[in-house]
């Protein structure tokens, strides 16, 4: 592949999509493989996904699977957000600083107004505030909200949260995305059901990740609200998102809900994030710099630390968009023992 | 997953993307599965693809891969095409009628100009006459000229016909792409070299396909001239195109183009093709509407043979694009039996 | 002003847009001038201009002034036609040939299927066969349809033409536009009224012509159905198309359809117009190429009359969209004797 | 004209649009009526004004006329960024706040990147501070900023802040443009030449206002570098800006440029802003928010104060952008009496 500049290089920890697939859903492929099947998303696979999904959240709902997540968020605001609309969201949320303008593109132009939220959260009330000049002919036009879960500084939003901030939009009339990249290690580390934490709490439209969490590439929108849905059909058949032998990333999906993979999935991960901040909080001279709710333990390390990290193998930078902060990441197939070598390596250092 | 009109359901000779993917390509997904790698392109298995296309392209070309078609084709013209530029085309060209719009949404509005060619292929002459207006304000501008390959009619373009209609692109400054979502079966169709029926022939630009030829979901981009890559990897990222675990997209590229498989896969799709046109060709009635050059076979049969295969379970429908053909597409794994029952289906038909 | 290509420099009948204003526009222009005034369209005039034109087409319509045809077509179309939506329209139309995509520009990638027509004119029947895949995700989907008045040759769409064409348009639940750059000079050929002409044939959205008929740059979109204004005013502001003093465009429509102004400018060109044509049908080796209908002669010279007329300081080239004819047009300020100039000049040629 | 809600409706120092156009200007027009024209910019006015505005700017120029200055400003960005890059710019610029969107739509989906700035400036070390991420595919790419001359409090830019802003730019790669809606304003308070305000402090683009300051609809994109003219005038005539009676629009920037007429009308509006500043200031609970640099004075007025005015006919709110502080503008034809009237009127406030 022609050389594309990336942010870093570095493996163990660098991010949960470092990890390949879990073995329920490589076999629930190979299964899928067998036999010939309808294209484009009409095998049965896929027409059945309607009905696990709608269980899983206990309302039935509209799913369009994808085989990426910045699809799936940008897709899904371009149903809710017209060319001259604002997208209120967090100014550190991946929609606005990782996506290469992905919302921008899908919607024909629409804006995305950032707000400074508290750490990595918005809040109802700084939205609240910030939504104006609705009918005004010279402005961009209030359209949607949007809020990451787990969000960008690795902390969960609280259910009573999520309602806040939903209940502003509304009363505005928007509508509220949530880009759920992580969201079953949102789920268990709330100990929420799916419904609790979208639709009643509100949410619109859900990106409900599962390429970090156990997948190979394998995403999903999903409509609560039916007059949503409009012509994403449409609009991803245009963008080269419905894939022709879609069974393969309904196949992937299917094992991932069933069973409570994604579930034990995320909890290992959080696990292991867990341990990885509680070994790190031990040293003086290392700040954890958000609360780990999650897989993601940010913290800044001295710079000799980071060297010595680095001399060791390990491939950490500082981060950009969360100021002098790392990021660690644990994944569902961290073991263990790579939080433990990875603690041994720090004490060795001084 | 929701429900998507889509044009018809049959199985069997439906289409090759119908199959699933060939154990080479499996295997090397299972393989690649094994520990961490970098994302978004950076792993070993996506850079080295770099020289393995190159190998077989005897040229260093700049490559790719994408999980979807329609992607390639839209990001490779929106390198060569502005906003108000014009895209010469046949006027049954995938990217005319079954793309959604694609190639106009990734160039932001450009014009596909429509040919309307001698069966399934645009001639040179005809490109030739239809360029006019280039630096003239009020018109949309020639930009860029795309053919199919294997076209829709499941012709083959010689090699001669090729040269032809790129130097006229050329002698107009415009870029040629292919669309080679067939490109293995016009190859071996054609007995010649992948350097041959491209970049010697005057291609600037390929959509390499293979998940019809034994791919789950993945095609390459391959640019023969490196000033026209411009920006395609934000244009990727930013429509969604750039998976973070696309080492598995790779992988299966990997295995596709390694140890014959492709050209192997595509022999036997052709052979295949090639024995279900002889067959059908012996019904008086029945009438090959096109040369059987590759693994595509278009017929017209009469009303009362369609709905007999129809009720034998055969889900095939007259084509719209084609007029009254029918269109049958063998795959790499079609067997001699399967030409064989539907054959034999057809005798007992009256 | 940088040197933009364009097709031809010429004068006298170079084109109607090559005269200035008549006086009851540039008498508006400075009695408005007198005082200060509300911006963007919320002054007196221009909100007095919505009653003017709905009285003038006998129902309430919903009128947005613009300074630019383009502009308005272009407009006029996005409020009907999606991004990934069909616009059936005329090979020969201003919008696919004219406009350098501004119709895909204002859409976000529409696309304009074109029909052959009979010499300048769309038909009923044509439209019917080419309108197709509703509903069927792959394929761009039907959306409107735009027919041109004067039509690109000259020639004027009769009142039974529209309304078959509308009805066709409206069977398949396509919204229909007219483009009227030459909306008057039509209605005066055809001796009927704007109402007729329009919503009374079915005609749903208008862009009504006034710059090239007696104004500087005016023109105005007219809706006949509220219900697809849509989001017209947003995406004209977006578009720069929303003139913080638009109270000069909207006295400029005010003078010109009151008093008749528009009409008897209309006749005027129109009355030479035919003038022109019947003295060039009096030569043996001049052909009139369409007929003759409203204010735009289409014909075809012999080349040395061709380099007579250019030698006696006529600019006229053979016009490349409709063959080999010359297009001469005649104005609301063409005298009697710039007619017979211009015969004079010809009878002297040989 | 229909009804598309507007932020206000006042007229005396609501705005310098309210105005009207200056003689000298008329005349042009009158003037410019005599006889026919090439259309399209093609005529000998809008040429010639390549070499005027080349004298006054003491450097060859580019010209672009158009009717909008909303379309000036998205023109010309959309020439220096891409539909993934970045613009830098003041939080409240016009271009964030009050074009609907126009830049996100002409350059296909940029972002604007907002600076908080100090009062209505932006700082070079602040731009210095958010410029990032170049070349990483994940982020949207800085491209271009632009600073707004006379700014949207009011105030004037220095010409070292100017060279120091231009100079990170620069740095950095990045085009700059000015969005001179008020340039003469600017310049007469400043004392300085076109030439230094601009590409001898480091503009590379201009937006050129003349509505605001004597013209009906007439501003011009000037280009400083013509490496940065790319394909303006096919965006132009694609979105409906190239006028076919063009001549009109240039006629009006040649009488504003010509005589000092755009000089001496900017002088007495910022007098008569000076004057208006100087006698609100005498009052203690009046309090002006930002330095009346130009013609533009902000206020914050006590409630019972602004609710006198309004009972006397002035239609003034309180401004969303600007906190509390009301905007009050003089314009070019602002006389003395309507300053010492209002200033009156407060006078019997109580």
Not at 127 to 156: F, N
Request: net charge negative; with cysteine; proline share 3%.
């Amino acid at each position: 592949m022609a050389k594309i500049k990336i942010k870093r290089e570095r493996i163990k920890f660098a991010s949960d999509n470092v990890a390949g697939a879990c073995p329920e859903v490589l076999d629930a492929i190979l299964k899928a493989n067998d036999g010939d099947s309808t294209p484009y998303g009409n095998d049965p696979i896929s027409t059945e996904l309607q009905n696990k999904f709608s269980e899983i959240f206990e309302k039935e709902v509209i799913v369009f699977p994808t085989a990426s997540g910045t699809a799936a968020n940008a897709l899904a605001l371009s149903t809710m957000t017209p060319s001259y609309g604002n997208i209120y969201c967090h100014k550190m949320s991946h929609i606005n600083t990782d996506e290469c303008g992905a919302p921008e593109f899908y919607t024909g132009g629409g804006k995305l107004v950032t707000l400074n939220g508290i750490m990595g959260k918005i809040t109802a009330e700084e939205l609240d505030e910030s939504i104006g000049g609705k009918g005004i002919v010279h402005h961009t036009q209030p359209s949607s909200v949007s809020i990451t879960q787990v969000c960008e500084t690795g902390e969960v939003y609280q259910l009573d949260e999520i309602k806040k901030i939903s209940d502003v939009a509304h009363k505005h009339n928007l509508n509220i995305h949530m880009d759920g990249a992580r969201f079953a290690n949102a789920l268990v580390s709330l100990d929420t059901t799916p419904a609790e934490m979208t639709w009643k709490s509100g949410i619109d439209v859900l990106s409900f990740g599962a390429t970090k969490n156990g997948c190979l590439a394998a995403e999903a929108i999903i409509f609560f609200k039916k007059e949503l849905v409009g012509d994403i059909a449409f609009l991803m058949k245009r963008a080269g998102h419905l894939l022709s032998k879609m069974r393969f990333v309904s196949a992937q999906l299917d094992a991932y809900i069933s069973n409570d993979v994604w579930l034990r999935n995320a909890k290992h991960a959080n696990k292991m994030g867990k341990k990885l901040s509680d070994g790190l909080s031990k040293h003086n001279d290392i700040k954890i710099a958000y609360p780990t709710e999650a897989n993601e333990v940010f913290a800044k390390f001295p710079r000799n630390k980071i060297e010595h990290l680095n001399s060791e193998g390990y491939k950490m930078n500082e981060e950009e968009l969360n100021g002098k902060a790392v990021r660690l990441v644990a994944a569902w197939n961290t073991k263990d023992g790579d939080v433990d070598q990875l603690l041994d390596t720090l004490k060795n250092s001084n």
